[in-house]
């Protein structure tokens, strides 16, 4: 199943505006979830993207022709329509966005009642309906209404703030450069910071959906400017958005952009104290940082294959009390189950006021492993054959194979790191991800494993 063929993603849809996404997609999608539904009230926004506010208007009024009435919370990020979709009580949420994909993307994300994104089933369900076309058709006199709702960012930071220790974060009065990317963040993370008592410098940080600053996409590559500012104003933290703000990036005050798995391993290691025991649950790309801290913390590590939501719903299947992506994604269960950025940044200052150190040095005890990531050319018609032949032969190449998952792709666990072989979803290739405890190792099983997919792909097994 490839792009071309299926409607959503692994996050929900994502396109190229004109090209692959319409206008009237957007109004069937409107009507498709009306249908589905059978509810009342749904929520809807949209993050800083050009085709924001004329998408979601689409969107509505599909929604409304099947008699759902609309209530619209303007631009603001994805975490914040997740809680306003639980804290109000609405049927669903609607996210127009596309992420951290280039400007001229745009797409849908949909919000269950209970905060957690739409699962591959539901998602299913509504491509069902939508290719189906057999909408529900209200009548005149049954047309769903539109209202608004002005305060859903202060509602959010409220919120969060209840569940921070607001009085010692800002008794340290940290200085704290946000780098929203020209994203949604830009409507909230400077105001929580502020009213966590940091003095906040900023850049990227006028909503802006042709993002001017940066790629969308916060990485190493595209945060040169922000680690800059770091260096030059001595500030004590710096983070990160993406898009549409499900993802946060830390910068330490070394100028040091940290991987979001560090950060999971981190944050971790805190809830566990608290807790005693627990079960963790990470994506199968996280670093082994994350089962080393997490089995010395007394808790328990799952992976799960890729995207925020299978972190969810694992979550919420083992009533896990933390999960997370290396990416940058970090989920709060004592929150809601969306992605967290905002209430992460709050932990992270916490502890940093806790313990009298900054993020860099608390990252002391959280080593950097090396990571390495290659690719082999593979037609998509031969990428189930090629992993049935991997399945079986790779575990048995590898020297002293520790464990084999197979949620996502085919991950191989040895003594000192693991190798990740997964199937591109979008493109001809098949991915390698190696990581290892020293730059020796992670060659050796980079050349290894990329000696035996290119051996699968040729078939000379
Ligand atoms: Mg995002």
């Known amino acids: 199943m490839y792009m071309s063929t299926r409607l959503f993603g692994t996050t929900g849809i994502r396109r190229i505006y004109g090209r692959e996404f319409t206008l009237d997609m957007a109004l069937d999608l409107g009507k498709t979830l009306g249908t589905y539904l059978n ?10 993207r050009t085709t924001g506010a004329m998408i979601a208007d689409a969107f509505a009024a599909g929604l409304m022709s099947t008699g759902v009435d609309v209530v619209y919370a303007g631009m603001i990020p994805t975490p914040t329509l997740a809680f306003i979709t639980q804290n109000r009580g609405f049927d669903a949420g609607v996210m127009v966005t596309a992420s951290h994909n280039p400007p001229e993307y745009t797409g849908v994300k949909f919000w269950r009642a209970d905060s957690m994104g739409y699962t591959p089933e ?38 969060l703030l209840r569940i921070c220790d607001v009085e010692r974060i800002r008794s340290r009065a940290f200085k704290v450069i946000v780098d929203p990317g020209n994203g949604a963040a830009c409507v909230l993370t400077p ?30 590559e595209s945060l040169v400017d922000l680690v800059n500012m770091m260096r030059a104003t001595h500030a004590d933290l710096g983070v990160a958005h993406d898009g549409d703000s499900d993802r946060v990036v830390f910068i330490t005050e070394r100028g040091e952009v940290v991987r979001g ?25 996280s670093s082994q940082i994350v089962e080393q801290t997490v089995t010395a913390a007394g808790g328990k590590t799952i992976r799960t294959p890729v995207g925020d939501i299978q972190v969810a ?27 967290e950025p905002f209430l992460a940044i709050c932990r992270v200052l916490e502890m940093m006021a806790r313990t009298n150190k900054r993020l860099g040095e608390l990252l002391e005890q959280v080593p950097v492993y090396p990571l390495r990531k290659t690719k082999v050319n593979c037609d998509n018609d031969k990428k189930n054959d090629v992993m049935a032949i991997l399945k079986d032969r790779l575990p048995k190449i590898m020297s002293e194979t520790t464990n084999v998952l197979t949620v996502d792709g085919l991950a191989v666990f040895v003594r000192e790191g693991w190798v990740l072989v997964r199937p591109s979803g979008t493109e001809p290739v098949i991915r390698i991800t190696c990581e290892a405890t020293s730059e020796e190792t992670v060659e050796r099983l980079l050349q290894d494993s990329k000696r035996a997919v290119l051996e699968a792909v040729e078939n000379k097994v």
């Open 313 to 339: 719903m694992k979550m919420r299947e083992e009533n896990a009390v933390f999960g997370g992506e290396a990416c940058g994604v970090f989920i709060f269960p004592e929150f809601h189950l969306a992605p």
């Open 191 to 220: 105001y929580l910071l502020q009213r966590l008592g940091c003095s906040v410098l900023s850049i990227n940080s006028q909503p802006d959906g042709h993002f001017p600053g940066r790629r969308s996409e916060p990485d190493e």
């Open 122 to 159: 539901e998602e299913a369900r509504l491509e069902e309906i939508y290719n189906a076309k057999k909408f529900k058709v209200a009548p005149w006199n049954k047309i769903g209404t539109v209202g608004t709702i002005e305060d859903a960012v202060s509602q959010h930071i409220d919120a």
């Open 39 to 48: 509810g009342n009230r749904v929520v809807i926004a949209y993050d800083t």
């Open 261 to 285: 798995d560090r950060v999971i391993a981190l944050l971790s290691q805190e809830v566990l104290s608290v807790k005693g025991s627990g079960s963790i649950v990470t994506t199968v790309d």
